[in-house]
């Protein structure tokens, strides 16, 4: 196997656990900063949805620069600096964050202005460990363990969300904005470390320069930009990660206000719903990766089905949940949230897969901009989304006049994009996917040993 820094043996199942437990980290930030601080400022301070909706979309309008740290480590050759620096920006930003919510409870102008800021530093370091992280996993795996991998690192990462959502709960009950700083310093710290750990000693010390590896013809980042861009498939692709990452995003920063203002849930309550949803979407991927053991390999045709199956299914259970809200079913929540959650593992692990296969495609060491690519358009959709769902719930509360209905009604539009996407999905999730044999349980040759 050959990239950017020179032949290299194809990672061990240790290896890809390692990256795995980098995942995990930049994952429990995340659940600091988009659901627990997403849920203080709607209920406990009682803000309008739009506003933490739009502190997150600068967070996510940075991820713009993903097609940008993806290119820079291809021709750098390495991928470690990014992630590791990446990590400690994010850290960072997701203390900041809940240190500027600590300050809107006494001065909301001067908390959401100090926000704004964290909320830059969060993006910067998702967008630079993240989208380096996941070419690195590209560059580094055999392509009939891609799958697998993919499993292995979102499996990781949702256990991650799942143990830190609850564990988070349980900390931050009876809740106060001192023990809320705490938690975000003791997460971002823990992450950090782990990130760390995980990636320190991945890539060898002796990685090539730019000049050996002949980085001079794809030192032109823009026309490196053109290039993925003129490849009909790397094109379609991007608009299904673009629509079903709106209806994805869309969904998951009403779930937990939904709770608490329909039902009546405290903070502990709606952040162990989270973490049930986020075990649905274990389960899901669990069951994938092991549906494939069993069977002996997915072939193309049975991933391209995973994939609009679960988004067909992520509408379904989108629609349970419109109809809890509608008709104020409390018992209905739990259910349809892990349905939901289930249905999004399912089609995460699907295109996750899809995506490593079709980054691996484009040759001369592109995997880094090619997942920066489709990194920034996830970036855009997840902005979209976070803000057109909770700007609809404002607006469905002013015609409704109450939260379950608005919310319900907010559901049911995003299960129709889900719709979308799985349509899209028919053409994009196949090109790619079809070259490569995509067996979970396949031993790689030992390339470079």
Known sequence: MTNAIGPQRPLSWLGVARLGLAQTALG????????????????????????????????????????????????????????????????????????????????????????????????LGIGAAGTTLLALLTARVAPERKPAAASMLWI???????????????????????????????????????????????????????????????????AALAEIWADPTARRFTYFVFVSMLAYKGQDIILEPFAGEAFGYTVAESTALSGQQHAGALIGMALVAVSGWLLGGHSAQVLRILTIGGCAASAAALGG?????????????????????????????????????????????????????WGAAQGVAFGLGILSGAAAVDL?????????????????????SFLLAGALALRAVQSGAARVRVGFGDEAPAAGA
Do not use: C
């Open 396 to 416: 469905f509360r002013l015609a409704f006049g109450a939260a379950s209905p608005s919310y319900g009604s907010v559901f049911g539009l995003l299960a129709v």
């Open 28 to 123: 429990a930030v995340t659940v600091l900063t988009i659901a627990i601080l997403n849920r203080v400022m709607i209920v406990e301070l009682g803000m309008a949805a739009t506003i933490p909706a739009a502190l997150v979309v600068f967070q996510y309008a940075v991820q713009l620069l993903r097609p940008r740290f993806g290119f820079r480590s291809d021709v750098g050759g390495r991928r470690t600096p990014w992630i590791i620096g990446g990590t400690a920006v994010l850290a960072l930003g997701g203390i900041a964050a809940a240190s500027a919510v600590a300050v809107m409870s006494v001065d909301r102008v001067m908390g959401v202005g100090l926000a704004v800021g964290a909320y830059l530093l969060i993006g």
């Open 156 to 222: 990781m990462m949702i256990a991650g969300i799942v143990a830190t959502a609850i564990t988070a709960g349980q900390l931050l009950e009876p809740f106060s904005f001192e023990r809320l700083i705490q938690v975000a310093i003791g997460i971002g710290g823990l992450a950090f470390l782990t990130a760390t750990l995980a990636v320190w000693g991945m890539e060898p010390r002796g990685a090539a320069s730019a000049e050996q590896t002949g980085a001079a013809e794809k030192s032109d980042f823009w």
């Open 321 to 373: 949940l419109g109809l809890v809200g509608h008709l104020e079913i409390a018992a209905g929540l739990q259910p349809a949230a892990m349905a939901l959650g289930f249905s999004n593992g399912v089609f995460a692990v699907a295109a996750i897969a899809s995506m490593m296969a079709l980054a691996s495609e484009g040759g001369r060491s592109r995997e880094g901009v090619r997942i920066g690519v």
